[in-house]
């Protein structure tokens, strides 16, 4: 039997906000290596806010043919581009962009997050010839869109190759990414080659995993292991144990307890902006994955992969939460907070109900923008040197560095509120509509007890969250008088990001109703 | 049962809520006021020092004018049309969910407005003096705009979700109050105090709003109200024991009331407003709104009896033995909640009771903290009244203001609360079912609480007004201390004045008022049905007399007391039950036995921590976390590889699981 090779039929318009990111990163690379020094930056500016801005403008002009028909199969088969890929795309896009702003910003004196010749050893000679020098390297921008793209394609995958292949584009750029901090930079390359080992070890089981399917559908197609669940038999463990390695795979992504380990200590090394970056973009991407296979290849196995998935989504909450309320440093807190957040998601993914997408979606939008706010405002909170006139170095990570900060700073404070509200789910923020939508979707699928773990839990995060606004704005700040903390000045861009992030959370707080809709509209996964 | 009976006509006439028109589709105006009010103070800040406060008391004037304006207007409207429903906005819609933002405005609502913008009002302007010297009076202000607002938004709110957003915002500007002075720590640690143990409630309230959610897939009012009239009892009393929860927190009721006589550390304004008239009462408001759930569950009505008559005798007990002017109208405020939560627990005979004695009881307890703020005010912000004594002559209107309050709490007709507390008293020994223990243990309590509560409030009276001076000036004593300094007690400004003297004439005549002809309680018929009364086990003027009788006497014991023989500067070491009741009867060590031990217990060993030293207190303040170091070490340490057996021992456990399930 010989194969014939079929060139499949390329959609380009459907695939244009996949195609302007990479592109954009594509032609980064090629500016980095031509263009002279002093217009690299602008030019790498112009490129990945450019390209992000115009894939959400191919975004919004795709959304109406896709909520009239539902999405299209593109590529043979290889990607999906139904209305749950596009809605995740289109957040992953806008959350992207805001990232990027945080990426780009630089201070006073021309210093953004990250080491100027990322490539040189910590303290060696090169180092100091190339500080001498003033190279600079700007690769950020493009491993940034790079991985953007990896993650635009995540949750449109439609077989487990293409999967595993947006996988691995998502996450090589950002184990480079962790390891790029300009301050605290052994801290920031051991975050890195953690991030890389364990992911690379997340990766061979989800790879076992995909075998083990394809042993049990002959296909990787996700569709085609669809039908198979209804019509093979005898080959049940080789589906059950590949459903649970993938599942792995992604659980790692999002950070999900067992499988969280790296998450604080990733964090708290990588430059703060990329955490904000990836905390947000990277659990959305592997999220929206995780629903696409959740939902068109699982309702199959309800009793047989779920029950774990419950288990897995109760002690993500459980863990997240109570780690998170013992953490001093501030980097760390939100890191486990976003453990907790990932196990809140997980019981709207397992809902398994229509209305679990949309609120996985949205859940998934407002915990984004927080923690891109949050993580831009840490990255602005400086220490100061002992001294008269001391210069501002790495960011002030421990909590006791954040006494009386609200009072010297009542703005850049008041939105780091309104994002740690967010994130506890008080009411008027969107963080309450979130987690409001996804446990009424839970209660909607039945599951009572995982909603009442979830209600224990979010209760019990206040604390840490409030503990820190207590701090903010009701303690003095400890020791000398001068203060050692302060907040930098910069080109302004992270301000605006913070402002786009506060302002969004408090409306989709107030009137969530017209995002709502727009998500439900889209929320129906094509095979 | 009888109880389930009785509220047949509640239910059909709850049920039905007309969409607002006219003047009631303004009904928003009320939370907008005060909201924009807090919004101008808050944004303009500094600039708005000179005339923030004026800003504030007009915004809930304001209010008040709006509210009274609906108030006179529901009056002319026919029976049937007094429970409108205004439509705001289309607030959530996911999936099968969606909720309208809406406010729902009834007799019951209205009545609520009507206290807390009145009352709400007059502490705006008595904290216009007040707060004078403080540098911070535009942003306190700001922070009682917000909770006026938040507190019209709870009452106001036509869903249970609407109504926990007013909730938690009553408890945020309750926290920012009562920490207002937070450069002082026990402020701070009070303020903590109170909003951990309302999470407690609020867990409480967030379960039971899951639970109506998933059994009647909607939280409005109007759809709940309408299903629960038949739905499964058992899920009825989960609801109603969960929304119970939430209203002991927020109503400092057992097991949940040990916040409240912290959160005197407050200016004493917001104790008279939060914490005597309004947002303490928000329990009460939330049994009597939720009377149709509570009509299918007999047995979550009954706990609602018994933890109100716990509580109003628990904290008539306490009140005894406290010598902070403060803690003991706390103390009171907690008994007298009791007193409206037994009332709402008798069901659909005492929920207009309840309400009615809330009014009323805004009233002069608002009263009496204003007049404890003036005494403070005269008296170096002394608060123990082992340390007054004999003020009487220098603060004569404070005196008499506070008098009428005294004998309004104590129940001496004709005075306000004598019409509130005598029905809830009646109705006790009139439990729906008509036989059995209940009437007799409920009555019995209520009685006695009614004798307690005079002697305690009597002692208090006693001590600050009259006896001999107890404090330094003109008294030699050793305990003094040289840099005390000389008291020279005055009367308070006219703007502080006027607003105790208002409040002591509602406590002279409101009382009598609404209950002439049973007008409060018709004016709440429309939303609670009509309720035919079924007789006492005992004859009427038996138990009013019973209860004149025990008044006195309690008032007598502390005249004998505390008034014709000498009171101690320094409090005696007293009995038992005296130490115990200073100490709260002991609330906070079984709370931290019960609660907060385990709750370290699990942290300690679920965490396994850091390898960083991990701090706790949010000061910076090193605490070492013991006991599970070692294991801590193991298992968040740093290294790859022992990450990497985690993960491995993960996907194992979970593999094995799916596996074993299967087969």
């Not at chain 2, 104790?271 to 009597?288: C, D, F, Q, R």
Request: net charge neutral; with cysteine; charged share 10%.
């Amino acid at each position: 039997m010989t194969a014939q090779f079929v060139a499949p039929e390329i959609a380009w318009a459907q695939l244009l906000p996949v195609i302007l990111v990479l592109g954009a990163g594509v032609v980064g690379v090629l500016v980095e290596a031509f263009a002279p020094q002093r217009l690299r930056r602008p030019l790498q500016l112009v490129l990945a806010l450019g390209g992000t801005a115009a894939a959400i403008v191919a975004v919004a002009a795709l959304w109406p043919q896709t909520v009239a028909d539902g999405g299209t199969v593109v590529l043979g088969g290889s990607m999906v581009l139904d209305g749950p890929a596009l809605a995740l795309q289109g957040v992953v896009a806008a959350l992207g962009l805001v990232g990027l702003l945080v990426i780009a910003d630089r201070t006073e004196t021309g210093e953004d997050a990250f080491a100027p010749s990322a490539a040189a050893v910590p303290g060696s000679d090169y180092e100091e010839v190339a500080r001498r020098r003033g190279l600079a390297q700007t690769e950020i921008f493009p491993l940034v869109l790079f991985s953007l793209g990896g993650m635009m394609i995540f949750p449109a995958a439609g077989d487990l190759l293409t999967l595993f292949v947006a996988l691995e584009v998502l996450s090589l750029p950002l184990y480079l990414l962790a390891g790029m901090a300009r301050r605290r930079r052994l801290l920031s390359q051991e975050a890195s080659l953690k991030y890389f080992m364990l992911g690379a070890f997340a990766s061979a089981f989800f790879l076992f995993g995909a075998a083990l399917l394809y042993g049990f559908a002959g296909s990787v197609r996700l569709s085609d292991i669809t039908v198979a669940v209804g019509s093979v038999t005898g080959l049940d463990p080789l589906l059950i144990a590949g459903s649970v390695l993938v599942l792995v795979g992604l659980l790692f992504k999002v950070g999900a307890v067992p499988f969280h380990a790296w998450t604080p200590d990733v964090y708290q090394g990588s430059p703060t902006p990329i955490t904000g970056f990836m905390a947000a973009c990277t659990k959305i991407a592997a999220f929206g994955a995780m629903l696409r296979l959740v939902y068109v290849v699982m309702p199959g196995l309800e009793w047989d992969v779920m029950p774990v998935l419950w288990g897995v989504a109760a002690l993500t909450m459980v863990v997240g939460t109570v780690a998170a309320i013992v953490q001093t440093d501030v980097k760390r807190m939100l890191g486990y907070s976003s453990v907790a957040h990932a196990g809140f998601i997980l019981v709207g993914v397992v809902a398994l109900t229509q209305s679990g997408i949309t609120s996985v979606l949205f859940y998934l939008l407002v915990y984004g923008l927080a923690t891109i706010g949050a993580f831009a405002v840490v990255a602005l909170v400086r220490e100061v040197n002992a001294g008269p006139g001391g210069a501002v170095v790495a960011e002030a990570t421990h909590l006791s560095q954040w006494a009386g900060l609200g009072r010297r700073h009542p703005v850049l404070a008041g939105s780091f509120v309104l994002f740690l509200l967010s994130f506890a789910g008080i009411p008027l923020t969107a963080g309450f509509i979130g987690k409001f939508t996804v446990f009424s979707a839970a209660v909607e699928g039945g599951l009572w007890w995982l909603v009442v773990v979830g209600v224990l839990a979010s209760a019990a995060a206040v604390f840490f969250y409030v503990r820190l606004v207590v701090l903010m704005f009701f303690t003095e700040p400890a020791g000398p008088d001068a203060p050692t903390t302060t907040v930098v000045r910069t080109d302004g861009l992270s301000q605006v990001a913070i402002g786009v992030a506060a302002v969004a959370t408090v409306a989709l707080g107030v009137v969530p109703g017209p995002v709502l809709d727009a998500l439900g509209d889209v929320a129906v996964f094509i095979p | 049962m009888t109880s389930a009976l009785a509220s047949v006509p509640a239910a059909a006439a709850a049920g039905s809520a007309i969409p607002a028109t006219g003047v009631f589709e303004y009904a928003w105006l009320l939370i907008a006021l005060p909201l924009a009010g807090a919004a101008v103070l808050l944004l303009a800040g500094r600039r708005s020092d000179a005339w923030g406060h004026w800003l504030g008391v007009l915004a809930s004037g304001g209010a008040f004018v709006v509210g009274a304006l609906l108030t006179v207007v529901m009056m002319g409207a026919p029976l049937e049309e007094r429970v409108q429903d205004v439509h705001l906005f289309d607030w959530i819609t996911a999936g099968a969910f969606d909720l309208a933002a809406g406010l729902r405005v009834d007799p019951l609502s209205l009545s609520f407005v009507l206290l807390v913008t009145f009352v709400g009002t007059l502490v705006h302007i008595y904290s216009v003096s007040y707060m004078e010297h403080d540098a911070h009076r535009r942003r306190f202000f700001a922070y009682l705009n917000l909770f006026i607002a938040a507190m019209l938004l709870l009452v106001l709110a036509d869903s249970y979700v609407l109504l926990f957003v007013g909730w938690e915002g009553v408890g945020l500007a309750s926290y920012l109050l009562i920490g207002f002075w937070n450069h002082e720590k026990p402020n701070a640690v009070a303020a903590k105090k109170a909003f951990v143990v309302n999470r407690v409630g609020d867990v409480g309230m967030l379960v039971a709003i899951m639970l109506l959610f998933a059994a009647f897939g909607a939280t409005d009012f109007e759809t709940v109200f309408s299903l629960a009239d038949g739905a499964n009892e058992a899920l009825l009393t989960a609801a109603g024991l969960m929304l119970l929860l939430a209203a002991c927190g927020k109503s400092a009721q057992f097991p949940l009331q040990s916040w409240l006589g912290d959160a005197m550390a407050g200016p004493t304004p917001v104790s008279a407003l939060i914490h005597a008239a309004t947002m303490v009462t928000a329990g009460v408001y939330l049994v009597v709104r939720s009377a149709p759930v509570y009509a299918g569950a007999p047995t979550a009505l009954l706990v609602v009896a018994i933890v109100g008559a716990f509580t109003l005798l628990f904290g008539a007990v306490i009140g005894c033995a406290k010598d902070d002017i403060k803690k003991t109208l706390a103390a009171s405020t907690m008994s007298q909640i009791g007193y409206m939560m037994l009332a709402a627990g008798l069901g659909p005979i005492g929920y207009a009771f309840a309400i009615f004695h809330l009014i009323t009881h805004g009233f002069f307890k608002a009263g009496m903290f204003l007049g404890a703020g003036s005494v403070m005010h005269g008296m170096h912000n002394e608060v123990d009244m082992r340390r007054f004594g004999g003020l009487r002559r220098y603060m004569k209107i404070t005196w008499i203001t506070f008098a009428a309050g005294w004998l309004a709490i104590l129940g001496i007709p004709p005075f306000s609360g004598f019409w509130s507390k005598d029905l809830i008293i009646e109705s006790a020994f009139a439990t729906a079912s008509g036989e059995g223990w209940q009437p007799w243990v409920f009555g019995t309590v209520a009685l006695l609480g009614a004798g307690i509560t005079a002697f305690y409030m009597s002692r208090l009276f006693f001590m600050t007004f009259h006896g001999t001076q107890r404090w330094p000036g003109h008294r030699v004593s050793q305990t003094e201390t040289v840099d005390e300094p000389v008291q020279d007690p005055h009367e308070s400004p006219a703007l502080m004045m006027w607003p105790m003297i208002i409040l002591a004439v509602g406590s002279v005549a409101l009382g009598g008022v609404l209950a002439f002809g049973n007008a409060f309680e018709r004016w709440l018929d429309p939303v609670l049905g009509y309720t035919e009364h079924p007789d006492p086990v005992l004859p009427i003027p038996v138990i009013i007399g019973a209860t004149l009788l025990l008044v006195l006497l309690g008032a007598f014991l502390a005249w004998r007391q505390y008034a014709a023989a000498p009171v101690a500067v320094v409090a005696p070491r007293g009995s038992v039950l005296t130490r115990a009741a200073r100490r709260d009867l002991y609330q906070d060590e079984v709370n931290e036995t019960l609660l907060m031990r385990p709750g370290q217990y699990l942290t300690r060993s679920l965490v396994f921590g850091d390898r960083q030293v991990v701090d706790g207190t949010f000061t910076g303040l090193a605490r070492l976390v013991g006991g599970s170091g070692e294991l801590v070490r193991k298992v968040q340490n740093g290294y790859v590889r022992s990450y990497a057996s985690t993960m491995v021992a993960g996907v194992v456990v979970l593999t094995a699981v799916v596996l074993a399930f299967r087969i």
